[in-house]
């Protein structure tokens, strides 16, 4: 049976307009047909697009749930207009912004108005079959096999190719393409910086040795088949030794060598939620960052509001514990970062919260409230003449930068205080970065559902508190791209932000003089596509933000 029908974005929009404007629902009793073969697409296009935010359960998290009945209550038509043109706070424009086309979006409606699919588990043996070492460490070089200044590499994410692009941040060549898993979500620099640990959207892990010359994939691991987050150990002695990887799905952390990637130890992560609440079973792992105080990481539990102190010192010697400390903190944990280099900020995003850890005693140091949806990447640090060593965050949803105090010892006055809320032109804030070296904070909005606003880079004064320029990247909305993730290089004199294209057309990715704001060179190429996050490994290995 086909059941396609395709609607014009007038039509939607006009739908959007009835649904939202006029408050109509169209209430759905019976769920729309679908055949198979739509929907195993649709379980794909979802996977690939929805699943981040609104839960493999589809239970939602930092997005609302998608259950069928809520859904039915709404309509297909309004289904349809949410997503193809999104909601100001944060929900994309899929179909404005080309990422879905209308018979996609139609196909996706109808699978949101029917029950969702069983998502699979997955055992020991399963993770094994997949485990691969490419080069054994002692077949390893002992010193780099090239002269290129190796710890100013920025690792660029070609997310839809499934590729990441080792690029010299000195001469802003290509240095190696190499094949990762798919659409690769961030990377993680080693404690020594030598390799780049990369994590796929389909939970596949790399490990990539910047020493080989060209620098390549040594070892790889599929632990989960949605995941989003991995990180390395850093804390004295145990150095590139362990490496971890937190999964969307199953709701799971798994342990590996870090060497070699071979699965040591599996963590199941569902329970019950903070405070003893209800039983969650997609308690997916956010945000990893490595302490430096203990040899443990700190593990964000998405929707259980947990935050775990997993201790790695004794993995290896049989009959020892693996000590694991739970913290309540708050639900829908998602990214974060260090604020100074003892507390660790991450957003509860949903609840416009930002929750201040104390990696030293292991405890909930303060709770702030941001603006809508807080969205730190890993956040700012710099020092402010008044307020001291400050901390800031963008916002997914409203036009602000929230900056706090995030000095106790010696400013403890506006320790954990809102200091400003800067004002920005757009909403649709990802990621925000700052370099002692430079006196600006660089800001995107590549979510915000203005065509303009997309393609829009911010300078923010790190004094005056102000955002001094905004300009449009030129030949981005050319490209119907979208301006993402600034990242500096290691002396901080230059900031790189992604176009992020499509697939089919090569993009670029724009170079900023730090101080003056000129562009200074744009990287070029056929092989730029679809470019997002980009590492520079002296700032990655050392928390440089
Ligand atoms: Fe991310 C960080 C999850 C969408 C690019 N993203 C993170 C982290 C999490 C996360 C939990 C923190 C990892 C850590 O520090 O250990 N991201 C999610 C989602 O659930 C979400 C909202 C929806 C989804 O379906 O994945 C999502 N993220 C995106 C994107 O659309 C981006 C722009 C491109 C992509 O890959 O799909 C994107 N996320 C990134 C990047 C970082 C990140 C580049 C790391 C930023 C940094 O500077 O550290």
Redo the contacts with the bound molecule.
């Keep these: 049976m086909n059941t396609h029908r395709h609607r014009q974005p007038l039509v939607v929009i006009a739908a959007l307009l009835f649904a939202i404007v006029a408050g109509v629902s169209h209430a759905q009793t019976d769920p729309p047909a679908i055949t198979d073969e739509e929907y195993e697409t649709a379980t794909q296009l979802y996977f ?6 609104h839960g493999a359960l589809r239970a939602g ?2 997005g609302p749930d998608l259950f069928p009945e809520r859904l039915a209550e709404k309509g297909e038509g309004y289904v349809e207009a949410i997503i193809y043109g999104g909601l100001p706070g944060g929900m ?1 424009s899929m179909g404005a912004h080309g990422i879905l086309t209308m018979e996609e979006i139609d196909v996706m409606a109808r699978f949101l108005l029917n029950d969702p699919p069983a998502p699979a588990q997955i055992s020991l043996d399963q993770i094994l079959e997949t485990w691969q070492v490419h080069v054994a460490p002692e077949d390893r070089p002992t010193e780099p096999q090239h002269d290129l200044d190796w710890e100013n590499f920025v690792g660029v ?1 070609l ?1 839809d190719m499934g590729q990441v692009a080792i690029v010299d941040g000195t001469t802003h060549e290509l240095v190696n393409l190499v094949d990762t898993g798919y ?4 990377l ?1 620099s080693s404690a020594s910086g030598r390799y780049f640990n990369a994590i796929g ?1 389909d939970g596949k892990a790399s490990l990539i040795d910047l020493w080989s010359n060209p620098p390549e994939v040594v070892a790889e691991v599929k632990p989960c088949y949605d995941a ?4 390395s150990s850093k804390f004295e002695g145990y150095e590139d030794r362990y490496t971890i990887v ?1 999964c ?1 799905w199953p709701a799971l952390a798994v342990i590996l060598d870090g060497q070699t990637l071979e699965p040591i130890k599996m963590i199941g992560t569902a329970g019950y939620q903070r405070g003893g609440g209800d039983y969650v079973e997609e308690a ?6 490595a302490s430096h105080f203990y040899p443990e990481w700190i593990v ?1 539990i ?1 929707e259980a509001g947990q935050t775990w102190f997993v201790d790695y010192s004794r993995l290896n010697e049989p009959g020892q514990p693996l000590p694991i400390t739970m913290l309540d903190t708050d639900l829908y944990l ?4 260090w604020a100074g280099d003892r507390y660790f900020v991450v957003a509860a995003n949903s609840l416009n919260k930002l929750m201040v850890i104390d990696a030293e005693e292991r405890t909930l140091a303060a709770e702030v409230i941001a603006g809508e949806i807080p969205h730190p ?2 956040g700012a640090n710099w020092v402010h003449p008044e307020f001291g060593p400050v901390w800031a965050t963008g916002n997914l949803g409203s036009q602000e930068m929230t900056v706090m105090g995030a000095d106790p010892e010696g400013h403890p006055e506006h320790a954990w205080q809102v200091v400003a809320r800067v004002e920005v032109p757009f909403t649709g804030n ?2 925000l ?1 700052t370099h002692e070296n430079s006196p600006w904070v660089f800001y995107d909005s ?2 915000s559902p203005s065509p303009a606003g997309s393609v829009t880079v911010c300078a923010i004064d790190k004094v005056a508190l102000e955002t001094e320029r905004c300009w449009e990247v030129p030949g981005a909305a050319e490209l119907g791209a979208r301006v ?2 600034p ?1 500096f290089t290691r002396g901080g004199t230059e900031v790189w932000l992604s176009v ?1 294209g499509s697939m089919n057309t090569p993009s670029f990715i724009v170079v900023y003089d730090a101080v003056t704001l000129e562009e200074i060179d744009r990287i070029e190429g056929d092989w730029v596509r679809t470019p ?4 520079n490994v002296y700032n ?1 290995a050392n928390d440089v ?1």
């Design positions: 690939d697009r929805c699943a981040g935010c998290a930092t994309p994410i997310r659409a690769i979500h961030i993680r959207r989003r987050s991995i990180e937190g969307y997916r792992v956010a945000a990893i960052v964000n998405k998602h990214d974060g970062g990447g890993r990802l990621f970065k590549p979510m993402v993730h990242e992020w997002t996050g980009k590492f990655t933000y």
